[in-house]
C-alpha cells in the first residue's frame, strides 16, 4: 500500500536556528515526491519536485534532499515568515494521485 | 490572470441539504482533483477527473458527486448522504502527467 508519513509533527525553532523535516514513502516506483507549504486557511503551495534518489533542489532557505525510502526538507536559519504547515506527497503507482502526509506544522520566533 | 478559483470560501449546510462547490481554472489543464482535508489528517482524494466528460472515484467518494461539463470546470456536491461533510475542501489541477498538481484557496464548509 502507498504511504507517506511525516515527522515531527510540530517542530519550534527559534529564529535563525537550523532544522530538518521528513517525510519516509511506500510506494512501487517512485513517480514523483513533492513538497508543498501551507499557511492557514490557504490550499497548499508547490515547493518542489523530486525524482530519484540523490537529487536535491534548493530555494531560498529551503533544501529538499531524496533517498530511496524518504525525503528531507532542510531549513537553513528560519525566519518567522517561514512558519507554516509543510506537505509531502507521492504519486500513486499508478499515477493518478498524490498521496499526502499529515504535515509537520513549522513555527519560527523571533 | 492565471489561476484556481474556488467559491464560496465558507459555506453552510443545513440537515438534508446538497450543497454546490465550484472550482474554475485558466490554466488549460486536463486534470482536476478534489481532496478532502481534516484537522490533523492528509489530504484524502474524492474524485478525479483527467479529461472532459470522464471522472473517477478516489478513496472517499461516498456522499459526493461531481460533473465534468467543461475543461474549465469540475464542481462537486456534498450531497445529504455525507453525514460528516465538516472540513476543508481543495481543488487541484494538473498540466502534464509529470507536473505537480496546484492548488485553489480551498471552501470551508459547516454544518449549522
Known amino acids: 500500500e502507498d504511504q507517506v508519513t511525516q515527522s515531527p509533527e510540530a517542530l519550534r525553532l527559534q529564529e535563525g536556528e537550523s532544522s530538518s523535516l521528513n517525510c519516509s514513502y511506500t510506494v512501487s516506483g517512485l513517480r514523483g515526491l513533492f513538497w508543498y507549504r501551507q499557511d492557514p486557511g490557504k490550499g497548499p503551495e508547490f515547493l518542489f519536485t523530486l525524482y530519484s534518489a540523490g537529487e536535491e533542489k534548493e530555494k531560498e532557505r529551503l533544501k529538499a534532499t531524496l533517498t530511496k525510502k524518504e525525503s528531507f526538507l532542510h531549513i537553513t536559519a528560519p525566519k518567522p515568515e517561514d512558519s507554516a504547515t509543510y506537505l509531502c506527497a507521492v504519486r500513486n503507482q499508478a499515477g493518478t494521485a498524490l498521496i499526502f502526509g499529515k504535515g509537520t506544522t513549522l513555527s519560527v520566533s523571533s | 490572470d492565471g489561476g484556481i478559483t474556488q467559491s464560496p470560501k465558507y459555506l453552510f449546510r443545513k440537515e438534508g441539504q446538497n450543497v454546490t462547490l465550484s472550482c474554475e481554472q485558466n490554466l488549460n489543464h486536463d486534470a482536476m482533483y478534489w481532496y478532502r482535508q481534516d484537522p490533523g489528517q492528509g489530504l484524502r482524494l474524492i474524485y478525479y477527473?483527467?479529461?472532459?466528460?470522464?471522472?473517477q472515484k478516489g478513496d472517499i467518494a461516498e456522499g459526493y458527486s461531481v460533473s465534468r461539463e467543461k475543461k474549465e470546470s469540475f464542481p462537486l456536491t456534498v450531497t445529504s448522504a455525507q453525514k460528516n461533510p465538516t472540513a476543508f475542501y481543495l481543488c487541484?489541477?494538473?498540466?502534464?502527467?509529470?507536473?505537480?498538481?496546484?492548488f485553489g484557496d480551498g471552501t470551508r464548509l459547516s454544518i449549522l
Open positions: 487541484a489541477t494538473q498540466g502534464r502527467s509529470n507536473q505537480p498538481q496546484h
Open positions: 477527473s483527467q479529461i472532459v466528460n470522464d471522472f
